[in-house]
């Protein structure tokens, strides 16, 4: 390196030069940081608050708190979009508004993003005398406990006097009709249309590939059946899609209204999107979705859809080994953690359960070959049409090794059913102990995706 590289000009136009474009900088960063949603910052009027697992309340919150703080804004006064877990009890003594978008995940549980509130703030009774309120509570009929969350979140706010604005709005599989009230809702409350909502990022997709990689084998009894795992390629219609990252979601819009979330299996870099898909039959008809992307031989079929953030399925923290544990579509989550933590170096032991075993199942071929290439360290495949063993019993078998694989830096991805997934964390909080879920969980090491 010469001198000439540090050499100060003594040029006073360079000199004005300089300060201009310095002076535009600040400027335009100035601009967009106004322009950006401050999460995590809590103080101000209109709190927007969501609970939010897998980034779809997130997104209706985002779109709220677009409406809000544009009348705001022109008033001189200000809205922010925080996670449940960053409000403090302070926090909501300082707004006059409190605006809820909370989804219900688990059976009746608060997504991860609210555990710590419900746990702390909503287990205290702070005086919110004059607060306005509005609850809109994301949730699904087919589950035991509606909207569950949501109604705690009623419950609560009422308890402690806050003004509500209108009926809290519970929204089943996000039914265009339930969310229409809420839109009247914000804008009865003086909050017109959002220019821009999550809508907007829409696409049309090909389905450029599509082959079943695992059999179809007869279902639990309840009337559904699956009819075996499809792998899927989508490529983009016209529009470049490479920001999306490791956990990320493809969120499918049906003709009809419906919205169904998708893993996507790849990594990223590319431009398609790998999903894997299980082909549900329930009383002889096909899901809504999974019918739609699998039950059809059409070439070049379009659907429409968009890429989803799932902050909270990222790959876990830490600089140890990984291990994946997860069973049928559930694959799909956790392919692309294993496939970077192959290109990491990062010692991987897969645990995965499908229903049968078929020689000629690329899904298996698929793990299998990188077992015998040495690319993971362990694989062990809970193949259960037999009646077992499951994969829960192979991380209860496994006990004593598992416990020499968990140190202080391990990470652990977890996905598929949410009976599967429960009975895994039961076995691993019975042999590493729950504060070391607990932990691991509120570090971020250990990330899951159940469904
Ligand atoms: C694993 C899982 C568990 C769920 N449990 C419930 C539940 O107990 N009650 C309910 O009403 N909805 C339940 N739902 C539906 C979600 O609340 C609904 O899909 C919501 O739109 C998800 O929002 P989010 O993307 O912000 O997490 C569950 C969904 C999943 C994937």
Request: one cysteine or more; aromatic letters at 6%.
């Amino acid at each position: 390196m010469t001198d000439s590289t540090f050499a100060v000009s003594g040029e006073p136009t360079h000199w004005a030069l300089s300060a201009l474009l310095l002076l535009l900088w600040l400027l335009a960063s100035w601009r967009w940081l106004r322009k950006m949603p401050l999460e995590g910052a809590t103080e101000a009027h209109w709190l927007i608050i969501h609970a939010s697992q897998t980034g779809q309340a997130q997104d209706l919150a985002k779109t709220a708190f677009r409406r809000v703080s544009k009348v705001l804004e022109a008033q001189g006064r200000t809205a922010r979009l925080a996670a449940a877990n960053v409000v403090t009890k302070s926090d909501l003594a300082r707004a006059e508004a409190l605006c809820f978008v909370v989804a219900t995940t688990g059976e009746g549980e608060a997504p991860d993003n609210a555990l710590r509130f419900e746990r702390e703030v909503m287990a205290s009774a702070p005086d919110l005398t004059g607060k306005l309120a509005a609850i809109l509570a994301l949730g699904d009929r087919r589950y035991d406990q509606f909207c569950a969350f949501g109604q705690r979140v009623a419950e609560w706010l009422e308890h402690n006097r806050a003004t509500f604005l209108g009926p809290p709005v519970l929204v089943d599989d996000h039914a265009p009709a339930d969310l229409e009230r809420w839109d009247a809702l914000l804008r009865e409350t003086g909050f017109p249309e959002a220019e821009q909502d999550s809508d907007a990022s829409v696409k049309s997709w090909k389905v450029v590939r599509r082959e079943q990689v695992a059999k179809a084998s007869p279902g639990s009894g309840s009337g559904q059946t699956s009819d075996g795992l499809y792998h899927l390629v989508l490529q983009p219609q016209d529009h470049d899609e490479r920001q999306w990252q490791i956990g990320d979601l493809f969120e499918l819009h049906t003709p009809c209204g419906h919205l169904r979330d998708y893993s996507i299996a790849n990594r990223p870099g590319s431009e398609e999107l790998h999903l894997i898909v299980r082909r549900v039959l329930d009383q002889g008809r096909t899901g809504r979705g999974s019918g739609l992307l699998t039950a059809t031989s059409e070439q070049n079929q379009v659907v429409n859809g968009r890429i989803r953030p799932h902050p909270s399925f990222r790959p876990p923290a830490g600089d140890g080994p990984l291990l994946a544990i997860g069973a049928g579509s559930g694959w799909a989550g956790l392919r692309p953690h294993v496939l970077h933590a192959m290109a990491n170096d990062r010692p991987c032991w897969l645990i995965y359960g499908e229903r049968q075993d078929a020689d000629n199942d690329a899904l298996l071929a698929e793990m299998r070959a990188w077992h015998r290439e040495g690319q993971l360290l362990h694989l062990d495949l809970a193949l259960s049409s037999g009646g077992g063993p499951y994969v829960q019993d192979i991380v209860a078998q496994k006990a004593a090794q598992l416990v020499q694989l968990c140190g202080p830096d391990t990470g652990v991805i977890l996905c598929g059913r949410l009976a599967m997934g429960q009975a895994c964390l039961a076995e691993l909080a019975r042999m590493l102990s729950q504060d070391w879920l607990d932990e691991a969980r509120e570090t971020g090491r250990l990330r899951h995706d159940l469904y």
